[in-house]
């Protein structure tokens, strides 16, 4: 990764409050012209990499989350103990955990995407185990009755009906991502949480960087919410008919 | 295995519950003629249910034989046997995220079916169940109601034309009303259709109505009788059967004979008497002569034409 800077080294555009607009000058909530000066240059790549380090986070969550679930949706046995992995991993308190990781993997991207993948274990884990186990007793027997194997009761039963739970865990995993990301900066200036960061080390905080990249993070959870309310919609056609 | 319907044959059958005491199914030797409705009837504990579930070995056999066509389940692959039994439960378990369509295909799709090919088998059986064959197909089964969802179940379980089918108390979460008009459907198919049926109930005026034999099993999975209803009601074996089928059995015996099946005397002067068409079963017809104090009914065709007459004294034999 390259093209990123780090907190404390070159440092982002500091406003010159000498030099500015009134609003500038007097540090008003939210002034346009900063926004428009400074959308190409830290803004918009902070927004990407925020939206990169999302969905790396989620993919690879989930990837995780759902080998998990099928050991412990095969064998309930293990459910509980990987349930509480997860339960542990999420009350570490994100700061602390990305201290643990900076001497291991150092002040990168990599240490924070660790963080941040742990933390969606939690909910997706426990929406998928659900998911899977909600499907009711007598579909499972009619599938088996009718001499569905295990592979195609799981595929064409028990999946597709644990999906809107698996996908109410994803809302929840994308909403919860793009929110502790912006912790991140602790680490490295990276995503929305840059700014943000640069904002509150200003003598006096500087009002229109941290409302405009705080409202930039809580804009993308609600467009990635809707997003994925609609995706939930569109594949589970059933529950609409209720 | 064959398309037409087949005999199904319970040889010393046993299941035995590990860790629990006394089987639930104990010796059960029963013959089921192809193309017969078999009611396994009983209170709860008689294992009509696990008897049952031998069949599709959903449970496995502790020790003796079950053969269907003279072939030993065990020696079928479990997933094909199953695939060429219907097989319909009381809380139906259609799949919820299936249109109506996709239910009913399922086992023919398993099967590998061509497409049209289950396209058509599909209207075919939505409309032989009393469903709209165009607009019902669409449907997913939370937009039906329970009577219509058992339909659909009965449609899936015909889907690929088994030749035996497994029936686990069907109508048994169905209002009454629905309940009978299932019922009179399930026999009017059956006339039809020729499937040997194993069907299970607690309710022994389902058992004679659509039965063609009963096997009534008591505690512990023993059979106490097995005969036809006729023979059930009129000659039980012991207390117990007698007991089950209860204090009413001669009025259930005459709920199995109609009108039509008595000698009936010439209709001269009969134009006073209540009439009632040929199909009346004998029960119903006898509540009419005690309810409007009479001796005798006039019996009719379907067209109302005076067929003769039956007396009170005839009906009660």
């Known amino acids: 990764m390259t093209g990123f800077r780090v907190a404390d080294g070159g440092g982002p555009v500091i406003p010159n409050f000498g030099h500015g607009t009134a609003c500038l000058r007097n540090n008003g909530w939210f002034c346009p012209e900063w926004v428009r000066d400074h959308w190409g240059d830290i803004l918009q790549p902070a927004l990407v990499q925020h939206i990169e380090l999302t969905l790396i986070a989620v993919s690879v969550g989930f990837a995780i989350s759902f080998l998990l679930a099928l050991v412990g949706f095969r064998w309930r046995l293990l459910d509980p103990p990987l349930g509480a992995f997860t339960d542990v991993l999420y009350t570490i308190p994100s700061i602390a955990l990305f201290q643990l990781l900076v001497p291991l993997t150092g002040l990168t991207v990599t240490t924070i995407e660790i963080a941040l993948v742990s933390y969606t274990f939690f909910v997706l884990y426990r929406n998928m185990v659900a998911g899977l186990r909600g499907v009711p007793a007598e579909v499972l027997e009619s599938a088996r009755g009718m001499g569905l194997t295990r592979l195609q009761t799981f595929f064409r039963v028990e999946l597709p009906l644990a999906a809107p739970a698996i996908l109410a865990g994803v809302r929840v995993a994308v909403v919860a991502t793009i929110s502790v990301a912006t912790v991140a900066a602790f680490v490295i200036y990276y995503g929305l949480g840059g700014p943000i960061f640069d904002a509150l080390q200003q003598p006096d905080i500087f009002r229109t960087e941290l409302v405009a990249a705080g409202g930039l993070a809580i804009l993308l959870a609600l467009t990635a919410d809707g997003l994925l309310a609609l995706l939930q919609r569109a594949v589970t056609p059933w529950n609409r008919v209720r | ?317």
């Open chain 2, 1 to 317: 295995m064959p398309t037409e319907a087949a005999e199904l044959v319970f040889d010393e059958a046993t299941k035995v519950y590990e860790g629990r005491e006394g089987a639930a199914v104990d010796h059960l030797s029963l013959t089921v003629p192809a193309g017969e409705i078999c009611v396994l009837v009983g209170p709860s504990g008689g294992g009509k249910t696990t008897a049952l579930k031998l069949v599709n070995r959903l449970i496995p056999l502790t020790s003796g034989y079950i053969r269907i066509d003279g072939t030993q389940i065990g020696d079928y692959d479990v997933t094909e046997l199953r695939r060429s039994i219907g097989y319909v439960i009381q809380q139906v378990g259609l799949f919820p995220h299936m249109t109506i369509e996709g239910n009913i295909g399922t086992v023919p799709k398993l099967l590998g079916w061509p497409r049209q090919r289950v396209r058509e088998r599909v209207g075919e059986l939505l409309e032989l169940v009393g469903l709209d064959p165009v607009n019902d197909r669409k449907r997913y089964p939370a937009e039906l109601s329970g009577g219509q969802r058992q339909r659909v179940g009965l449609a899936r379980a015909l889907a690929a034309n088994p030749p035996l089918m497994l029936m686990d108390e069907p109508f048994g979460a169905i209002d009454p009303i629905v309940r009978a008009r299932l019922q009179d459907e399930f026999l009017r198919l059956q006339r039809e259709l020729r499937k040997t049926v194993l069907f299970v109930t607690h309710d022994i005026d389902e058992a004679i109505k659509v039965g063609d034999r009963i096997a009534i099993l008591r505690q512990g999975g023993r059979l106490a009788q097995y005969d036809t209803p006729e023979q059930i009601l009129e000659h039980p074996v012991d207390d117990f059967v007698a007991d089950f089928v209860g204090r009413d059995r001669a009025l259930k015996a005459l709920a199995l004979k109609t009108l039509g099946d008595l000698e009936l005397a010439p209709a001269a002067s009969a134009d006073s008497l209540p009439r009632l068409p040929a199909d009346t079963s004998l029960r119903d017809a006898l509540s009419v002569l005690i309810d409007e104090h009479r001796d005798a009914v006039l019996v009719t065709d379907a067209a109302g034409s005076p067929l003769g007459v039956a007396t009170r004294k005839q009906m009660i034999g």
